[in-house]
Structure formats: C-alpha cells, structure tokens
C-alpha cells in the first residue's frame, strides 16, 4: 500500500539554526499537509497546501515557517531559526482529490524534532 | 470553531475482552469524523472514517465506530480485543467545506491490553 514517507525520523538541531523537514506524499495526492505533536500534547494542524500555495494555516504557522513543494514528489516544511519550544514531532499527511467527494489523510511516521 | 473530547487518558482491558473508545466533537454541522491509531514510534494509520450515509462505519483490524447525531458521538467499538491493539487512538474531526480540510484531534486514549 502506497505510503506517506517522511525524513529524517530523528533531527537534533541548536536554537536558532533554521531546519528542512522533508516528506514525500503518496504519488497520486494533490493536497498536502503538516501537524505537529508536542510531547504529552494533541497533534495540531500547521498548514494545508493545495495547487503550489497555502490552502489554510494556523495561529502556529507563523513567519518563521514555510512550506514547498520544489519538484513533483517532495513536500517540504522549513523553520528559520528555530527555538525550544519547536521541540515537537511533526507528521506530514497527504489525501487525494476526487470528483465524488472527500477522501481521508494519510500520515507519515513523523519527523521528531529536537531543538537544544 | 471545533473540538474534540476523548474522555479517558488511559483505558486498561484484558485480551478478549470488548472494547469501546468514548469521543465527543463540537461543530456547527454534521462533520467529517476519523480514528486513527498511534503505536510506539509509529504514524497515525486510519483506522476508519465517516463522511455521510450509513452511520455504522467499519474500519481496519476489526474496529467499527457508530455516529450519534444527537449525542454528538462517535465512539470507536472492538468485540474482541487482541494483544497488538495495543497502542494510542485519536478522535478527529474535520470541517466540511470540501476537499482540502483540516483535522481537530482530541488528546487520545492510550489502551493497555492484559494477558
């Protein structure tokens, strides 16, 4: 069964370096997603991205993160210069489109992210 | 804007045993509602979804979940629980408004299941 896959599974990163999750979505999905998970905490919806531009993001998703999808099959979520409270596990998610209605989204194995 | 309440942190049953999961959303209208499951280390793998008609869905590894319009429920069900069932399940919900949606979780139920 075709998988979300995302990399690293582990990034340790000093406050302040700016970091590049990266994910590739399930080949035939057009929309595209990032969430995050603080340890202890819910998973939280960052953005949606839809046709090259943001489709919908949080109160989170603030300028010091971006989105892009620079060739056909990577997805990318970047923080610029990251701080302790960014120490998070963060899921890409994927989902197709249809004509006959809405389908689910599909989540990767997460990136965990640890800012010292 | 919506929400998602899965009343028990932790629930502890013995293998074999049946199984049900409690999760209340807050929304204006009839919602998209989902279950996912989260072993150790792993993704959030769907175990089941509702969209509209039948309110009795089925999911993977023999889960179903009903929706309950008027109690605002849909909790997840397993007749018989099996050792690898193991693991945390997440209640979501998301807004209709078309293809591109995003998903409110609650803060999941860890299951423990007993030999």
């Known amino acids: 069964e075709p998988e979300v896959t995302q990399t690293p599974s582990h990034q340790v990163t000093q406050m302040g370096q700016e970091v590049i999750l990266r994910c590739v979505p399930i080949?035939?999905?057009?929309?595209f997603y990032w969430y995050r998970q603080i340890l202890g905490q819910k998973v939280e919806f960052l953005v949606s991205f839809y046709n090259n531009e943001i489709s919908e993001k949080s109160e989170i998703f603030d300028d010091q993160f971006s989105v892009e999808r620079p060739d056909g099959s990577n997805f990318t979520l970047k923080i610029r210069s990251t701080k302790l409270e960014d120490s998070a596990m963060y899921f890409c998610?994927?989902?197709?489109?249809?004509?006959?209605?809405?389908?689910?989204?599909?989540f990767g194995d997460g990136t965990r992210l640890s800012i010292l | 804007a919506q929400s998602v309440t899965q009343p028990d942190i932790h629930i502890t049953v013995s293998e074999g045993a049946s199984l049900e999961l409690r999760c209340n959303y807050s929304y204006g209208a009839t919602p998209y509602l989902f279950w996912y499951v989260q072993s150790p280390g792993q993704g959030l793998q769907l175990l089941l979804k509702y969209f509209s008609g039948d309110t009795l869905v089925q999911g993977i590894k023999g889960f179903e979940a009903e929706f309950k319009r008027s109690q605002s429920s849909f909790n997840l069900r397993k007749p018989s629980v099996h050792w690898s069932d193991a693991a945390e399940y997440f209640c979501?919900?998301?807004?209709?408004?078309?293809?591109?949606?995003?998903?409110?979780f609650g803060k999941g139920t860890l299951l423990t299941v007993n030999p």
């Open positions: 979501a919900v998301g807004a209709r408004g078309g293809s591109n949606y995003k998903l409110t």
């Open positions: 998610a994927s989902s197709e489109v249809r004509s006959r209605g809405n389908q689910p989204q599909h």
């Open positions: 080949s035939n999905h057009l929309y």
